[in-house]
Protein backbone atom coordinates (compact mmCIF):
# COMPACT_ATOMS: atom_id res chain seq x y z
CA UNK A 1 0.00 0.00 0.00
CA UNK A 2 3.07 2.70 1.32
CA UNK A 3 4.97 1.17 -1.77
CA UNK A 4 2.29 1.65 -4.08
CA UNK A 5 1.72 5.37 -2.77
CA UNK A 6 5.73 5.53 -3.87
CA UNK A 7 5.32 4.83 -7.12
CA UNK A 8 2.41 6.85 -7.51
CA UNK A 9 4.28 10.16 -6.04
CA UNK A 10 7.08 8.83 -8.41
CA UNK A 11 4.55 8.86 -11.33
CA UNK A 12 3.25 12.14 -10.24
CA UNK A 13 6.42 14.20 -9.53
CA UNK A 14 7.86 12.79 -12.81
CA UNK A 15 4.09 14.16 -14.88
CA UNK A 16 4.65 17.75 -13.19
CA UNK A 17 8.36 18.06 -13.94
CA UNK A 18 7.40 17.33 -17.44
CA UNK A 19 4.44 20.19 -17.28
CA UNK A 20 6.75 22.61 -15.76
CA UNK A 21 9.74 21.87 -18.34
CA UNK A 22 8.37 20.29 -21.32
CA UNK A 23 4.56 21.66 -21.83
CA UNK A 24 4.69 24.94 -19.85
CA UNK A 25 6.01 27.53 -22.49
CA UNK A 26 8.63 30.19 -21.40
CA UNK A 27 7.26 32.87 -19.53
CA UNK A 28 8.06 35.95 -21.69
CA UNK A 29 8.98 38.90 -19.15
CA UNK A 30 10.64 36.55 -16.44
CA UNK A 31 12.25 34.17 -18.76
CA UNK A 32 13.08 30.30 -17.09
CA UNK A 33 13.01 31.72 -13.46
CA UNK A 34 8.79 31.69 -13.69
CA UNK A 35 9.10 27.90 -13.83
CA UNK A 36 9.95 28.20 -10.21
CA UNK A 37 6.19 28.65 -9.42
CA UNK A 38 5.42 24.94 -10.13
CA UNK A 39 7.06 24.20 -7.35
CA UNK A 40 6.34 27.39 -5.77
CA UNK A 41 2.72 26.90 -5.22
CA UNK A 42 2.01 23.63 -5.40
CA UNK A 43 4.17 23.24 -2.04
CA UNK A 44 2.34 25.77 -0.27
CA UNK A 45 -0.92 23.95 -0.98
CA UNK A 46 0.05 20.89 0.09
CA UNK A 47 1.57 22.50 3.61
CA UNK A 48 -1.27 24.13 4.06
CA UNK A 49 -3.56 20.81 3.76
CA UNK A 50 -1.21 19.32 5.98
CA UNK A 51 -1.97 21.66 8.69
CA UNK A 52 -5.69 21.40 8.26
CA UNK A 53 -5.27 17.58 8.54
CA UNK A 54 -3.14 17.85 11.73
CA UNK A 55 -5.84 20.02 12.87
CA UNK A 56 -8.45 17.63 11.97
CA UNK A 57 -7.09 14.87 13.39
CA UNK A 58 -6.02 16.48 16.52
CA UNK A 59 -9.30 17.34 17.52
CA UNK A 60 -9.98 13.56 16.84
CA UNK A 61 -6.91 12.82 19.00
CA UNK A 62 -8.59 14.84 22.12
CA UNK A 63 -12.16 13.15 21.91
CA UNK A 64 -10.92 9.42 21.15
CA UNK A 65 -7.52 9.57 22.61
CA UNK A 66 -6.45 7.48 20.09
CA UNK A 67 -2.99 7.14 19.57
CA UNK A 68 -2.51 6.92 15.77
CA UNK A 69 -4.74 10.33 15.32
CA UNK A 70 -1.62 12.14 17.18
CA UNK A 71 0.79 10.03 15.46
CA UNK A 72 -1.36 11.01 11.70
CA UNK A 73 -0.85 15.03 13.25
CA UNK A 74 2.67 14.65 14.41
CA UNK A 75 3.56 13.46 10.97
CA UNK A 76 1.49 15.30 8.80
CA UNK A 77 2.84 18.74 10.88
CA UNK A 78 6.59 17.45 10.13
CA UNK A 79 6.17 16.86 6.32
CA UNK A 80 4.12 20.53 6.29
CA UNK A 81 6.58 21.91 7.64
CA UNK A 82 9.22 20.50 4.83
CA UNK A 83 6.98 21.51 2.06
CA UNK A 84 6.47 24.92 3.39
CA UNK A 85 9.85 25.39 3.93
CA UNK A 86 10.42 24.57 0.66
CA UNK A 87 7.90 27.03 -0.54
CA UNK A 88 9.82 29.90 1.45
CA UNK A 89 12.81 28.50 -0.60
CA UNK A 90 12.28 28.72 -3.54
CA UNK A 91 10.77 31.59 -3.44
CA UNK A 92 13.43 33.28 -1.66
CA UNK A 93 15.21 31.90 -4.94
CA UNK A 94 13.07 33.48 -7.31
CA UNK A 95 12.58 36.75 -5.72
CA UNK A 96 16.13 37.42 -6.06
CA UNK A 97 16.48 37.38 -10.12
CA UNK A 98 12.98 38.81 -10.07
CA UNK A 99 12.33 41.38 -7.26
CA UNK A 100 16.20 41.88 -6.75
CA UNK A 101 16.54 40.65 -3.46
CA UNK A 102 16.87 37.48 -1.47
CA UNK A 103 13.85 38.44 1.10
CA UNK A 104 11.62 41.24 1.74
CA UNK A 105 8.96 42.06 4.39
CA UNK A 106 6.37 41.54 2.12
CA UNK A 107 2.88 40.29 3.07
CA UNK A 108 2.86 37.23 2.24
CA UNK A 109 6.34 36.15 2.93
CA UNK A 110 6.19 37.18 6.50
CA UNK A 111 2.50 35.48 7.20
CA UNK A 112 4.18 32.12 5.63
CA UNK A 113 7.08 32.36 7.85
CA UNK A 114 5.18 33.43 10.85
CA UNK A 115 2.90 30.58 10.31
CA UNK A 116 6.28 28.15 9.66
CA UNK A 117 7.12 29.84 12.84
CA UNK A 118 4.41 28.33 14.67
CA UNK A 119 4.26 24.95 13.26
CA UNK A 120 8.13 24.63 14.54
CA UNK A 121 7.02 25.93 17.71
CA UNK A 122 4.81 22.57 17.94
CA UNK A 123 7.42 20.51 17.42
CA UNK A 124 10.03 21.89 20.12
CA UNK A 125 7.07 22.07 22.44
CA UNK A 126 6.25 17.89 22.01
CA UNK A 127 10.19 17.67 22.05
CA UNK A 128 10.14 18.88 25.28
CA UNK A 129 8.08 17.09 26.56
CA UNK A 130 8.81 13.28 28.01
CA UNK A 131 5.90 11.00 28.25
CA UNK A 132 4.24 10.43 24.90
CA UNK A 133 0.75 10.92 26.19
CA UNK A 134 1.19 14.24 27.48
CA UNK A 135 3.62 15.38 24.50
CA UNK A 136 -0.07 14.19 22.02
CA UNK A 137 -2.04 16.03 24.24
CA UNK A 138 -0.19 19.10 24.67
CA UNK A 139 0.44 18.91 21.22
CA UNK A 140 -3.03 18.42 20.06
CA UNK A 141 -4.27 21.43 21.80
CA UNK A 142 -1.29 24.00 19.84
CA UNK A 143 -2.54 22.45 16.46
CA UNK A 144 -6.36 23.14 17.16
CA UNK A 145 -5.32 26.91 17.65
CA UNK A 146 -2.71 27.00 15.20
CA UNK A 147 -5.18 25.93 12.09
CA UNK A 148 -8.03 28.99 12.51
CA UNK A 149 -4.77 31.48 13.61
CA UNK A 150 -3.75 31.47 10.29
CA UNK A 151 -5.92 33.16 8.66
CA UNK A 152 -5.77 35.66 11.49
CA UNK A 153 -2.13 35.84 10.69
CA UNK A 154 -2.78 36.29 7.13
CA UNK A 155 -5.41 38.82 7.11
CA UNK A 156 -3.19 41.19 9.44
CA UNK A 157 -0.51 40.95 7.65
CA UNK A 158 -2.11 41.43 4.92
CA UNK A 159 -3.24 44.90 6.31
CA UNK A 160 -0.01 45.37 7.20
CA UNK A 161 1.85 45.65 3.96
CA UNK A 162 1.84 44.15 0.33
CA UNK A 163 3.84 43.96 -2.06
CA UNK A 164 3.64 40.51 -3.51
CA UNK A 165 1.48 39.75 -6.53
CA UNK A 166 -1.75 39.30 -5.97
CA UNK A 167 -3.19 35.46 -5.69
CA UNK A 168 -3.58 34.83 -10.11
CA UNK A 169 -5.31 31.38 -9.23
CA UNK A 170 -7.84 31.75 -6.28
CA UNK A 171 -9.70 34.25 -6.27
CA UNK A 172 -12.82 36.03 -7.22
CA UNK A 173 -13.85 36.45 -11.13
CA UNK A 174 -11.32 33.68 -12.73
CA UNK A 175 -7.69 32.85 -12.78
CA UNK A 176 -5.77 35.62 -14.38
CA UNK A 177 -2.93 32.90 -16.11
CA UNK A 178 -3.06 30.93 -19.13
CA UNK A 179 -4.86 27.38 -18.61
CA UNK A 180 -1.70 25.76 -19.75
CA UNK A 181 0.53 27.13 -17.02
CA UNK A 182 -2.64 26.29 -14.69
CA UNK A 183 -2.72 22.69 -15.37
CA UNK A 184 1.31 22.71 -15.02
CA UNK A 185 0.32 23.81 -11.25
CA UNK A 186 -2.37 21.07 -10.40
CA UNK A 187 -0.38 18.20 -12.09
CA UNK A 188 2.47 18.90 -9.84
CA UNK A 189 -0.06 19.41 -7.00
CA UNK A 190 -1.14 16.35 -7.62
CA UNK A 191 1.97 14.66 -7.63
CA UNK A 192 3.37 16.75 -4.59
CA UNK A 193 0.45 15.89 -2.34
CA UNK A 194 0.96 12.25 -3.64
CA UNK A 195 4.42 12.58 -2.23
CA UNK A 196 3.66 14.00 0.58
CA UNK A 197 0.64 11.34 1.20
CA UNK A 198 3.87 8.59 1.07
CA UNK A 199 6.39 10.65 3.52
CA UNK A 200 3.08 10.47 5.94
CA UNK A 201 2.65 7.33 5.95
CA UNK A 202 6.24 6.56 6.15
CA UNK A 203 6.27 9.18 9.17
CA UNK A 204 3.13 7.35 10.75
CA UNK A 205 4.50 3.62 10.76
CA UNK A 206 7.66 4.92 12.36
CA UNK A 207 6.12 6.48 15.24
CA UNK A 208 4.24 3.48 15.69
CA UNK A 209 7.18 1.53 15.84
CA UNK A 210 8.60 3.86 18.37
CA UNK A 211 5.67 4.02 20.34
CA UNK A 212 5.65 0.06 20.38
CA UNK A 213 9.44 -0.13 21.21
CA UNK A 214 8.45 2.27 24.35
CA UNK A 215 6.29 0.69 25.42
CA UNK B 1 -23.35 28.80 35.19
CA UNK B 2 -23.58 30.47 38.87
CA UNK B 3 -21.55 27.70 40.22
CA UNK B 4 -18.96 28.16 37.07
CA UNK B 5 -18.76 31.63 38.14
CA UNK B 6 -18.32 30.96 41.57
CA UNK B 7 -15.59 28.80 40.98
CA UNK B 8 -13.83 30.74 38.65
CA UNK B 9 -13.70 33.51 41.28
CA UNK B 10 -12.43 31.77 43.76
CA UNK B 11 -9.34 30.75 41.87
CA UNK B 12 -9.18 34.88 41.07
CA UNK B 13 -9.53 35.14 44.42
CA UNK B 14 -6.86 33.15 46.06
CA UNK B 15 -4.17 34.52 43.23
CA UNK B 16 -4.75 37.95 44.06
CA UNK B 17 -4.92 37.20 47.60
CA UNK B 18 -1.16 35.68 47.16
CA UNK B 19 -0.02 38.40 45.11
CA UNK B 20 -1.40 41.04 47.59
CA UNK B 21 0.62 39.24 50.36
CA UNK B 22 3.82 38.17 48.73
CA UNK B 23 3.91 41.37 45.97
CA UNK B 24 6.48 38.71 43.90
CA UNK B 25 5.00 39.48 40.23
CA UNK B 26 3.38 42.62 40.74
CA UNK B 27 6.31 44.28 41.58
CA UNK B 28 9.36 43.01 39.72
CA UNK B 29 6.55 43.75 36.56
CA UNK B 30 6.99 47.45 37.44
CA UNK B 31 10.52 47.39 38.14
CA UNK B 32 11.10 45.50 34.63
CA UNK B 33 8.60 47.78 32.86
CA UNK B 34 10.50 51.08 34.41
CA UNK B 35 14.17 49.13 32.83
CA UNK B 36 11.73 48.52 29.73
CA UNK B 37 11.46 52.71 29.26
CA UNK B 38 15.76 53.17 29.79
CA UNK B 39 16.47 50.40 26.97
CA UNK B 40 13.96 51.90 24.14
CA UNK B 41 15.40 55.42 25.32
CA UNK B 42 19.18 54.06 24.32
CA UNK B 43 17.72 52.34 21.75
CA UNK B 44 15.60 55.29 19.68
CA UNK B 45 18.40 57.89 20.66
CA UNK B 46 17.01 61.58 21.84
CA UNK B 47 15.17 62.41 18.07
CA UNK B 48 11.27 63.58 18.99
CA UNK B 49 10.75 62.76 15.72
CA UNK B 50 11.88 59.30 15.94
CA UNK B 51 10.65 58.78 18.69
CA UNK B 52 6.61 59.75 17.81
CA UNK B 53 7.12 57.28 14.74
CA UNK B 54 8.16 54.31 17.41
CA UNK B 55 6.39 54.69 19.90
CA UNK B 56 2.83 52.32 19.41
CA UNK B 57 6.02 49.99 18.50
CA UNK B 58 7.46 50.36 21.65
CA UNK B 59 4.44 50.56 24.16
CA UNK B 60 3.46 47.34 22.84
CA UNK B 61 6.91 45.68 23.11
CA UNK B 62 6.87 47.12 26.39
CA UNK B 63 3.51 45.23 27.08
CA UNK B 64 4.27 42.05 25.63
CA UNK B 65 8.08 41.40 27.12
CA UNK B 66 6.27 42.27 30.54
CA UNK B 67 3.17 39.94 29.28
CA UNK B 68 5.66 37.39 28.55
CA UNK B 69 7.15 37.64 31.96
CA UNK B 70 3.88 37.40 33.91
CA UNK B 71 1.93 35.61 32.14
CA UNK B 72 4.75 32.80 32.11
CA UNK B 73 4.26 32.16 36.14
CA UNK B 74 0.63 31.72 35.95
CA UNK B 75 0.86 27.99 37.02
CA UNK B 76 4.62 28.25 39.06
CA UNK B 77 2.99 28.41 42.33
CA UNK B 78 0.71 25.50 41.65
CA UNK B 79 4.19 23.70 40.28
CA UNK B 80 6.70 24.32 43.11
CA UNK B 81 4.41 24.22 45.79
CA UNK B 82 2.62 20.39 44.53
CA UNK B 83 -0.88 22.08 44.11
CA UNK B 84 -1.60 21.19 40.96
CA UNK B 85 -3.09 18.40 42.11
CA UNK B 86 -5.66 20.59 44.63
CA UNK B 87 -6.51 22.40 41.28
CA UNK B 88 -7.47 19.42 39.53
CA UNK B 89 -10.10 17.77 42.43
CA UNK B 90 -12.01 21.21 41.69
CA UNK B 91 -15.24 19.66 41.10
CA UNK B 92 -17.24 20.18 37.41
CA UNK B 93 -15.69 21.92 34.77
CA UNK B 94 -12.37 22.37 34.55
CA UNK B 95 -12.88 25.60 32.11
CA UNK B 96 -13.72 27.57 35.46
CA UNK B 97 -9.69 27.54 36.73
CA UNK B 98 -8.79 28.86 32.72
CA UNK B 99 -11.34 31.85 33.30
CA UNK B 100 -10.47 32.25 36.94
CA UNK B 101 -6.63 32.24 36.15
CA UNK B 102 -7.64 33.87 33.03
CA UNK B 103 -9.25 36.68 34.52
CA UNK B 104 -6.32 37.29 37.20
CA UNK B 105 -3.91 37.91 34.05
CA UNK B 106 -6.10 40.52 32.48
CA UNK B 107 -6.13 42.18 35.79
CA UNK B 108 -2.38 41.17 36.07
CA UNK B 109 -1.62 42.91 32.54
CA UNK B 110 -3.98 45.37 33.01
CA UNK B 111 -2.27 46.83 35.92
CA UNK B 112 1.17 46.98 34.02
CA UNK B 113 -0.01 48.54 31.25
CA UNK B 114 -1.29 51.47 33.46
CA UNK B 115 1.48 51.59 34.96
CA UNK B 116 3.00 51.68 31.73
CA UNK B 117 1.50 54.16 29.88
CA UNK B 118 2.01 56.45 32.60
CA UNK B 119 5.29 55.74 33.09
CA UNK B 120 5.33 56.79 29.20
CA UNK B 121 3.64 59.76 29.49
CA UNK B 122 6.10 61.30 31.71
CA UNK B 123 9.69 59.68 30.74
CA UNK B 124 8.74 60.56 26.76
CA UNK B 125 6.58 63.96 27.09
CA UNK B 126 4.02 62.88 25.36
CA UNK B 127 -0.03 63.86 26.14
CA UNK B 128 -2.07 60.86 25.89
CA UNK B 129 -5.43 62.32 27.60
CA UNK B 130 -7.20 62.69 24.02
CA UNK B 131 -6.64 59.40 22.99
CA UNK B 132 -7.44 57.55 26.04
CA UNK B 133 -11.01 55.95 25.35
CA UNK B 134 -9.33 54.63 22.21
CA UNK B 135 -6.24 53.59 23.92
CA UNK B 136 -8.01 51.56 26.66
CA UNK B 137 -10.36 49.93 23.93
CA UNK B 138 -7.12 48.84 22.15
CA UNK B 139 -5.27 47.98 25.39
CA UNK B 140 -8.64 45.45 26.72
CA UNK B 141 -9.11 43.66 23.66
CA UNK B 142 -5.07 43.49 22.85
CA UNK B 143 -4.48 42.10 26.72
CA UNK B 144 -7.45 39.30 26.42
CA UNK B 145 -5.74 38.10 23.26
CA UNK B 146 -2.65 37.90 24.70
CA UNK B 147 -3.44 36.72 27.82
CA UNK B 148 -6.38 34.24 26.88
CA UNK B 149 -3.61 32.15 24.79
CA UNK B 150 -0.82 33.05 27.25
CA UNK B 151 -2.48 31.13 30.41
CA UNK B 152 -2.93 28.01 28.67
CA UNK B 153 0.21 27.90 26.93
CA UNK B 154 1.40 28.85 30.55
CA UNK B 155 -0.40 25.63 31.56
CA UNK B 156 1.38 23.49 29.07
CA UNK B 157 4.73 24.60 29.10
CA UNK B 158 4.38 25.24 33.59
CA UNK B 159 5.99 21.43 33.47
CA UNK B 160 7.84 21.06 30.97
CA UNK B 161 11.91 21.23 30.35
CA UNK B 162 13.25 24.68 29.75
CA UNK B 163 9.94 26.40 30.51
CA UNK B 164 11.02 29.66 30.78
CA UNK B 165 12.16 29.32 26.27
CA UNK B 166 9.81 27.77 25.30
CA UNK B 167 7.01 29.21 26.83
CA UNK B 168 8.01 32.53 24.26
CA UNK B 169 8.96 30.45 21.39
CA UNK B 170 5.09 29.15 21.05
CA UNK B 171 3.41 31.94 22.20
CA UNK B 172 4.92 35.05 20.14
CA UNK B 173 4.25 33.61 16.36
CA UNK B 174 0.60 32.78 17.66
CA UNK B 175 0.36 36.45 18.57
CA UNK B 176 1.40 38.10 15.64
CA UNK B 177 -2.17 39.04 14.65
CA UNK B 178 -3.03 40.79 18.52
CA UNK B 179 0.54 42.58 18.28
CA UNK B 180 -0.04 43.94 14.86
CA UNK B 181 -3.33 45.06 15.34
CA UNK B 182 -2.35 46.40 18.63
CA UNK B 183 0.38 48.31 17.48
CA UNK B 184 -1.24 49.36 14.05
CA UNK B 185 -4.61 50.65 16.25
CA UNK B 186 -2.43 52.65 18.75
CA UNK B 187 -0.56 54.49 16.00
CA UNK B 188 -3.53 55.54 14.17
CA UNK B 189 -5.99 56.56 18.16
CA UNK B 190 -2.21 58.44 18.91
CA UNK B 191 -2.23 60.40 15.46
CA UNK B 192 -6.15 61.18 16.39
CA UNK B 193 -7.17 59.91 13.41
CA UNK B 194 -10.98 58.97 13.54
CA UNK B 195 -12.37 55.52 14.14
CA UNK B 196 -13.04 54.81 11.11
CA UNK B 197 -9.50 54.31 10.02
CA UNK B 198 -8.83 51.82 12.14
CA UNK B 199 -11.97 50.13 13.18
CA UNK B 200 -10.98 47.09 10.84
CA UNK B 201 -8.06 46.39 13.97
CA UNK B 202 -10.28 46.46 16.78
CA UNK B 203 -12.94 43.62 14.79
CA UNK B 204 -9.94 41.61 14.01
CA UNK B 205 -8.95 41.74 17.88
CA UNK B 206 -12.38 41.42 18.74
CA UNK B 207 -12.44 38.38 16.51
CA UNK B 208 -8.93 37.09 17.48
CA UNK B 209 -10.31 37.08 21.22
CA UNK B 210 -13.50 35.01 20.60
CA UNK B 211 -11.38 32.50 18.73
CA UNK B 212 -8.71 32.05 21.13
CA UNK B 213 -10.96 32.27 24.74
CA UNK B 214 -13.39 29.69 22.73
CA UNK B 215 -10.37 27.33 21.72
CA UNK B 216 -8.84 28.17 25.41
CA UNK B 217 -12.21 27.13 27.10
CA UNK B 218 -12.19 24.36 25.01
CA UNK B 219 -9.05 22.59 25.24
CA UNK B 220 -8.32 23.58 28.90
CA UNK B 221 -8.92 20.44 30.42
CA UNK B 222 -7.18 18.47 28.04
CA UNK B 223 -4.06 20.50 29.40
CA UNK B 224 -4.65 20.51 33.02
CA UNK B 225 -4.75 16.37 33.34
CA UNK B 226 -1.17 15.51 35.27
New interface residues.
Given amino acids: MTRTLGWLALVGLAAGLLMAFGVAPRELTQGNVQRIMYIHVPAVWVAYLAFLVACGASIAY ?1 LTRRADADQLAHAVVEVGLVFLGLNIASGSIWGKPTWGTWWTWDARITSVS ?1 VF ?2 YL ?1 YL ?2 RQ ?3 EGE ?1 AA ?2 G ?3 A ?3 A ?2 IF ?2 H ?3 N ?2 RTLHQPASLLKAGGATMPAILWGGIIVNFVGFGLLAAYFVARRVALLRREAQAAA | MLTFARRAFIVVWKDLLIERRSKETLNALFFFALLLLFVFQFAVGPDRERLAGTLPGLLWLGFILSGLLGLGRTFVAERENDCWEALLLVPGDKSAIYVGKLAGNVLLMLTVAVLLLALFTIFFNIDLAPAIPALAAVVVLGTLGLAS ?1 GT ?2 AA ?2 A ?4 REL ?1 FP ?2 LL ?2 Q ?2 VL ?2 TV ?1 ATEAALAGEPLAAYA ?2 LQ ?1 LA ?2 DV ?2 LV ?1 GIL ?1 FE ?2 L ?1 P
Fill in positions: LILIGLLSVDRRYAVVVIAPNLVQSVWW | VLFMTSVRALVLPVVPLAKHWLAAIYATFVE
